[in-house]
């Protein structure tokens, strides 16, 4: 029997199949960050789709670090009641969910947010607006509005949560030295740099308890000159393991790098699928800790030969379960298609119209 449907556990989370609906932003959160029915009917798609496990969007730790409108929220208690409803019908369906703890830091929207954004050391000339660098009693605050976050997400009945530090997100910036020109003991060295993430990470464990899933997604690299490169990234990757993380899930590129971009675009054929698979080759070489792997992959055959070969433990899509969220199911049952996903990277624009995330394409096929 193929590994991919056998049954696993992350710390004592009993999961059904090694697939992962990786974090989305759906735009389907009220202004406020709440959540809403239409973002509730999401995620049991999901769930009733046969996704092993999801990882809800990007939901903002505090309100100075919302990325972008519509985006969930975890900053207040006022929002438990929402997301309860949305772990409640996941669970109905049978369904695992974790909750995505973020801060946009640089990137967060002051429009949105009506604050000066908080950033690892200001950067002249990447924006023309200004950015705060964060003194080192900002960044122990923010650990500890991650761990407030945490603990709101437990409240809520979320199976896990899962820190994000990739894609240019605040953590991310800590990490990659195109971002992080700090002197202090947390710029420099990969040690140094790590120390915010580490913090965070062990903060967010003396909150939820020892037997609480906690996963991180990770860059494997940023793809652009003076970013975090895989070495940086693996060495990062074994202080996780050291300070308890109880899975990584690997991408990479950042949200303006050329990776990040066209990688995500065309994927016509199986030798452009898991464009991470190299750098998942040097995380499992280095690293005992359950690997999640994402990155364009799109046809059961590669995923279960990564699965198989032991490049990665657990299979994680975004935008294929967009236009399928039925996917897992199909090829449960037999029908072994590739993902009906083309690559057009059409789902965006809706969302950011403010209608929601949904495959432009499979609306104009079917004439609606």
Request: proline share 4%; net charge positive; glycine share 10%.
């Amino acid at each position: 029997m193929t590994k991919l449907f056998t049954p696993s556990e992350i710390n004592n989370m009993k999961l059904s199949n090694r697939f992962v609906r990786s974090a989305t932003w759906a735009a389907m959160a009220a202004d406020d960050g709440a959540s809403t029915p239409q973002l509730v009917d999401l995620m049991v798609n999901l769930a009733k789709g046969g996704v092993g496990l999801i990882i809800t969007g990007h939901a903002y730790v505090r309100q100075d670090g919302q990325a972008g409108p519509w985006q969930l929220g975890i900053y207040k208690d006022g929002l438990i009641p929402g997301l309860q409803t949305i772990v409640h019908a996941v669970h109905e369906r049978g369904g695992k969910i974790i909750l995505q703890l973020a801060h946009a830091g640089f990137y967060a929207k002051s429009a949105l947010t009506r604050q000066t954004p908080l950033a690892p050391s200001k950067v002249e000339g990447l924006l023309k607006s200004p950015r705060k660098e964060m003194s080192i009693r900002d960044i122990k605050e923010m650990a500890n509005s991650f761990g407030e976050a945490a603990r709101r997400a437990k409240r809520a009945g979320f199976d896990g949560v899962q820190i994000h530090s990739a894609h240019g997100y605040l953590l991310s910036q800590f990490l990659s030295p195109f971002f992080n020109r700090r002197t202090d003991e947390y710029g420099g060295e990969i040690q140094n740099r790590a120390r915010a993430l580490l913090e965070v990470l062990q903060t967010v464990r003396n909150v939820v308890g020892r037997n609480y899933p906690i996963l991180v997604k990770l860059n494997s690299q940023d793809f652009i000159e003076n970013g975090l490169k895989l070495e940086d990234s693996v060495r990062v990757g074994a202080m996780l393991s050291e300070g308890g993380i109880d899975g990584i899930e690997l991408s990479g590129g950042l949200l303006t790098s050329p990776k990040f971009g066209p990688s995500r675009m065309g994927i016509t054929s199986k030798n452009r699928e898991a464009y991470f698979r190299d750098e998942a080759s040097s995380f499992k070489e280095n690293i005992n800790v359950p690997l999640i792997l994402v990155g364009g992959i799109r046809s059961y055959h590669v995923a279960d030969r990564l699965v198989d070969e032991g490049t990665a433990d657990y299979i994680s899509m975004c935008r294929p379960f967009i236009r399928e969220p039925d996917l897992i199911n199909r090829w449960r049952s037999g029908d072994l298609r590739k993902a009906t996903c083309i690559s057009d990277n059409k789902c965006f624009s809706p969302a950011m119209a403010g209608e929601g995330i949904y495959c432009v394409t499979e609306k104009k096929e079917k004439g609606l």
